[in-house]
C-alpha cells in the first residue's frame, strides 16, 4: 500500500498503524510529533491510526540546540 512520509512515496503492509510505523524505522516516539493528513495526531492515538492508502505523514523531529 503506497502512503506519503515527508513527501516521499513509501510502500507499507495493510493494516499498519503509525506506531508500527515509528517503530519499524526505529524512531524514538517521544522525541517527533506526527502531521497525519494535515492534523497533528496525538501520541496516545497512534496506536488506533491504521494507515490507509495515500495517506499523509509528516515525522517533525524535535532538535535541541541554542
Not at 36 to 57: F, G, M, P, V
Amino acid at each position: 500500500m503506497r502512503i506519503i512520509v515527508n513527501g516521499k512515496d513509501e510502500i507499507v503492509e495493510k493494516g499498519m498503524t503509525i506506531a508500527k510505523l515509528i517503530a519499524l524505522k526505529k524512531i524514538n516516539p517521544s522525541s517527533v510529533i506526527i502531521e497525519y493528513n494535515q492534523t497533528l495526531a496525538k501520541r496516545k492515538t497512534w496506536d488506533n491510526i491504521i494507515l490507509k492508502e495515500n495517506d499523509s505523514l509528516e515525522i517533525l523531529r524535535f532538535v535541541g540546540g541554542g
